[in-house]
T-cell receptor, first 112, second 115 residues
Framework: DQQVKQNSPSLSVQEGRISILNCDYTNSMFDYFLWYKKYPAEGPTFLISISSIKDKNEDGRFTVFLNKSAKHLSLHIVPSQPGDSAVYFCAVNSNSGYALNFGKGTSLLVTP | EAGVAQSPRYKIIEKRQSVAFWCNPISGHATLYWYQQILGQGPKLLIQ????????DSQLPKDRFSAERLKGVDSTLKIQPAKLEDSAVYLC?????????????FGEGSWLTVV
């Protein structure tokens, strides 16, 4: 039973435009949310996170939005760059200390 | 600061053979994780250690997979005997505490192909 869902397997965006990646989760007990980025033949690298006490966290071109009532989070990348082309994983966790649950990932392609 | 180190990076074995993967976490990180990532899927937790004790191994196929973390630092993950469906990337990760509210850092992964 998938607790974290990324319903778009792939996304293509033109350079300079906004990329929006979406993630839905099922368990309202989750209270810490992260995005990881993965290039081919590399391990996932941490990108940005947000705790449930916030609804927005920004780091440069990357912003994560959290809608707790909808159990939905999204990652906005603006402006998108070709180097952003990668697979993006949404991950969730609760403060009970258990490991992260990951979605299946969304493959982002940013075209020049 | 050195990241999570894993070896070997790539391994090809025949089914029914055995394989072992090694991981050295980030210095000072008490929590170590082994994840399995099958192509097209997200990483799935196999086992979580807190120091040298097991916190969660509920998704580890214990009939063929084993893992240990002696002395609370390095860890090894073993598969014996391997099956075709074990072909995946095995990711080791670490965090300073349990993952609640903390970021997990991954190694580059060990790519296993079972033929």
């Amino acid at each position: 039973d998938q607790q974290v869902k990324q319903n778009s397997p792939s996304l293509s965006v033109q350079e300079g435009r906004i990329s929006i990646l979406n993630c839905d989760y099922t368990n309202s007990m989750f209270d810490y949310f992260l995005w990881y980025k993965k290039y081919p033949a590399e391990g996932p690298t941490f990108l940005i996170s947000i705790s449930s006490i916030k609804d927005k966290n920004e780091d440069g071109r990357f912003t994560v939005f959290l809608n707790k009532s909808a159990k939905h989070l999204s990652l906005h990348i603006v402006p998108s760059q070709p180097g952003d082309s990668a697979v993006y994983f949404c991950a969730v966790n609760s403060n009970s200390g258990y490991a992260l649950n990951f979605g299946k990932g969304t493959s982002l392609l940013v075209t020049p | 600061e050195a990241g999570v180190a894993q070896s070997p990076r790539y391994k090809i074995i025949e089914k029914r053979q055995s394989v072992a993967f090694w991981c050295n976490p980030i210095s000072g990180h008490a929590t170590l994780y082994w994840y399995q990532q099958i192509l097209g899927q997200g990483p799935k937790l196999l086992i979580q250690f807190q120091n040298n004790g097991v916190v969660d191994d509920s998704q580890l196929p214990k009939d063929r997979f084993s893992a240990e973390r002696l002395k609370g630092v390095d860890s090894t993950l073993k598969i014996q005997p391997a099956k075709l469906e074990d072909s995946a990337v095995y990711l080791c990760a670490s965090s300073s505490q349990g993952a609640g509210g903390n970021t997990i850092y991954f190694g580059e992964g060990s790519w296993l192909t079972v033929v």
